[in-house]
T-cell receptor
Framework: KQEVTQIPAALSVPEGENLVLNCSFT??????LQWFRQDPGKGLTSLLL?????REQTSGRLNASLDKSSGRSTLYIAASQPGDSATYLC????????FGTGTSLTVIP | KAGVTQTPRYLIKTRGQQVTLSCSPI?????VSWYQQTPGQGLQFLFE???????NKGNFPGRFSGRQFSNSRSEMNVSTLELGDSALYLC?????????????FGPGTRLLVL
């Protein structure tokens, strides 16, 4: 069974800092990996989708990388802002979606 | 284009009752998936529907069931509610199921079982 782990579980950084969130998965036979953002009490917002054949995807200040062979993905956030404060989840798609436990990010003004 | 909508947004039930949650996917999306989110277990896959057929099912007891209608709207039902069923239930839609498709999530239905 696929297991997805995210570290750290929580992260607090001052505004303007660059940061990296990590996601690891146990089974490399995936179709894609998706990063989501969840605000308290809300649903999930898709940030980036990386196909299994891709190495990275970029959207604005966000950059996600995928190393399928080692079972790792990172989400890089540049010049963090207080509005980036949320929980970030990664999910891998094989026969179904498997979600990580999330990283709770707080950006301090 | 309207996003994924879920109704109701909040629900309070007592143990032993049953509940039905509804999900309307983004227009044109034919695949609907359901997830349960709890603080202890995180996000767990319940089931996925496509063209009114259940394509995939997670590891949940038979008390959890679902269906999809011809207009792609989906409902999930939980019978004989237990305290542990208290959770945020999220619905996600995509154009078609499977590889390469982005899932779009609704705001969720928060269920509290007393």
């Amino acid at each position: 069974k696929q297991e997805v782990t995210q570290i750290p579980a929580a992260l607090s950084v001052p505004e303007g800092e660059n940061l990296v969130l990590n996601c690891s998965f146990t089974d490399s036979a995936i179709y894609n990996l998706q990063w989501f953002r969840q605000d308290p009490g809300k649903g999930l917002t898709s940030l980036l989708l990386i196909q299994s054949s891709q190495r990275e995807q970029t959207s604005g200040r966000l950059n996600a990388s995928l190393d399928k062979s080692s079972g790792r993905s990172t989400l890089y956030i540049a010049a963090s802002q207080p509005g980036d404060s949320a929980t970030y989840l990664c999910a891998v798609s094989s026969n179904q979606f498997y979600f990580g436990t999330g990283t709770s990010l707080t950006v301090i003004p | 284009k309207a996003g994924v909508t879920q109704t109701p947004r909040y629900l309070i039930k007592t143990r032993g009752q049953q509940v039905t949650l509804s999900c309307s996917p983004i227009s044109g999306h034919r695949s609907v998936s359901w997830y349960q989110q709890t603080p202890g277990q995180g996000l767990q896959f319940l089931f996925e529907y496509f063209s009114e057929t259940q394509r995939n099912k997670g590891n949940f007891p038979g008390r959890f069931s679902g269906r999809q209608f011809s207009n792609s709207r989906s409902e999930m039902n939980v019978s004989t509610l237990e305290l542990g069923d208290s959770a945020l239930y999220l619905c996600a839609s995509s154009l078609i199921p499977g590889a390469g498709e982005t899932q779009y999530f609704g705001p969720g239905t928060r269920l509290l079982v007393l």
